[in-house]
Nanobody, 124 residues
Framework: QVALVESGGGLVQAGGSLRLSCAASGRAFSNYYMGWFRQAPGKEREFVAW????????SSADSVKGRFTISRDNAKNTLYLQMGRLTSNDTARYYC?????????????????WGQGTQVTVSS
């Protein structure tokens, strides 16, 4: 069992930056693929980025490529999402998730554990 807790969300002006964190507790964080998803009101949960267990491979959605960076610190059991050049389209609740194995890591269904999310609101 893994418990995930996101933090770092808030209100930011368009063009600004935020760094989200996801603290993991429980069984070996370093064994998991990790991902970030987001969900805006009335919309489906959307893939943002994923990272492999040792942090050597990442993938991100086209909508955030070049603006967002996913990373992890296995010594601290923490996942990060550095977000830059934010726009109103990035307003959503952001969730971190953990997966036992690879697969379609762009799909929410591939993940076994989820945090409660942290709200990001971008004002224009």
């Amino acid at each position: 069992q893994v418990a995930l807790v996101e933090s770092g969300g808030g209100l930011v002006q368009a063009g600004g930056s935020l760094r989200l964190s996801c603290a993991a507790s429980g069984r070996a964080f370093s064994n998991y693929y990790m991902g970030w998803f987001r969900q805006a009101p009335g919309k489906e949960r959307e893939f943002v980025a994923w990272i492999n267990s040792i942090g050597s491979v990442t993938s991100s959605a086209d909508s955030v490529k070049g603006r967002f960076t996913i990373s992890r610190d296995n010594a601290k059991n923490t996942l990060y999402l550095q977000m830059g050049r934010l726009t109103s389209n990035d307003t959503a609740r952001y969730y971190c998730a953990g997966a036992w194995r690879s697969g379609n890591l762009r799909s929410p269904g591939s993940y076994n554990y989820w945090g409660q999310g942290t709200q990001v609101t971008v004002s224009s």
